[in-house]
Every structure is written in C-alpha cells, then in structure tokens.
C-alpha cells in the first residue's frame, strides 16, 4: 500500500461521512466545544471506556458544566460528579479515577495534563487508546487511537491481521503513513456508525465495495 492508496481510501471515506452526515465522536465534539482543553478531554475519553457515544456526550456535558479543570473538580462534592456522568458504564468507578487523576495533575503537573504517553498512561485508568487519543485531540500530537471501529475496519480492509486493539495499534503504525495517525480514529468511527458497521455492514452502499476483501464479513447488507 502505497501513499496514493493511504490518500484515496481517506478521501473517499470522508466524502462518504460528509454526503451522510455522520456524527462525529462524542469526545471530538467535547474537543470542539471545550476548544481542546486536555483535562476536558481525557475526562471526556475516561467516561466514554465501555459507553455509548450519544450517553458519553450527555455525561460529558453536564460535568463540564460543573468543573473544566482539576482544581474545580477536586473542590466539588463527589456524589455531584457521579450524579453528573451517570449513567455511563462502571460511573462509580469512573469518578473515582478522575479523582486520584486529578489530584495526581495537582501534585506532580501543576494541575495540566502531561502531553507525552509515558506521563499519561501513568495515570489511574488511562490505557493506550485514552492517551493516544488525548495525545491527539488536546496536543496535537501524532499518536494511532484504536477502539472497536478502528480495529474491526482495518482489518476488513487487510491493511493489519490482527486480534487485539493493542497489536492493531502497533502493526498500523507500520503501515500507515503518519499524517493520517491523527484522523485515523474520528474517521473510521463515523464510518464505522453509518457504513462499515461492527454487524451486517452496509457494503452495498460502501465506496470501497468493489475493493475491500471483507476480512471476517459474514453477512452484509
């Protein structure tokens, strides 16, 4: 695969995004709306781990309008935080690590959210996928950011052949040119959510249909 592929499929994809007006990705829109704050956003990325896009940017949403920053969080009353992200996935939970985040970002950063991946995945409840994708969004810093969609789209297309979002992120930073490292992730969710879904993908109506070898493709619609 060359760079004039990289640019077609990633030009193609986005016309095919922008003519259906996909939604962008809940934490996308809470980068636009906060105008990247890095603690909006990790937060953002936290709450929306095992949570629907829709319920990640309504949680999101009320706590911004709370605090946007740890020393705001650390100064409020938990049962408010919890009360404010409800109902996402494990919120309990969630509250807890934007805590000891956030008390971590005051004793050791000033209250900012460090901007290398080592300093971010050393922060309770933050893995690859959350720093990568706040590398990118709040930094931008040039980092792959995989979930479900990025992971399943890839290797339907053959780019990777993999079985974890950890090795799908390493084998496509081998392959993929990295301008792209950055738009990887909001690209593919979108497309993943109106075209290239996880189940019964709409291949009729897809773009690359008469390309794609639809790697692992059961059934299509």
């Excluded at 030009?11 to 603690?39: C, D, G, H, Q, Y």
């Excluded at 993943?192 to 249909?209: A, D, H, M």
Aim: glycine content about 2%.
């Amino acid at each position: 695969m060359n760079e004039k592929y990289w640019d077609d499929i990633f030009s193609s994809m986005k016309k095919t995004v922008e003519r259906e007006r996909a939604p962008l990705p809940s934490v996308s829109v809470i980068a636009i709306n906060t105008n990247n704050n890095p603690f909006c956003i990790l937060a953002s990325t936290i709450i929306s781990l095992r949570t629907k896009d829709k319920i990640t940017l309504e949680a999101s949403n009320r706590l911004f309008s709370l605090v946007t920053s740890a020393k705001e969080l650390l100064e409020s009353d938990k049962e408010k935080i919890e009360k404010a992200i409800y109902p996402c996935a494990f919120y309990k939970r969630k509250t807890e690590s934007l805590y000891k985040i956030s008390q971590i970002l005051i004793e050791k950063f000033e209250g900012k959210v460090p901007s290398t991946s080592k300093q971010l995945l050393e922060l309770p409840g933050v893995g690859i996928k959350t720093a990568n994708l706040t590398l990118n969004l709040a930094f931008n810093i040039q980092a792959i950011c995989v979930d479900c969609h990025v992971h399943t789209i890839a290797n339907r297309l053959g780019w990777i052949c993999t079985k974890t979002a950890e090795e799908s992120e390493k084998e496509l930073q081998k392959v993929m040119p990295k301008k792209y490292w950055i738009v990887l992730n909001e690209l593919l969710v979108s497309y993943g959510q109106i075209i290239c879904t996880p189940i019964s993908p709409k291949c009729s109506i897809c773009r690359e249909n008469k390309h794609c070898p639809k790697i692992g493709v059961i059934k299509s619609r």
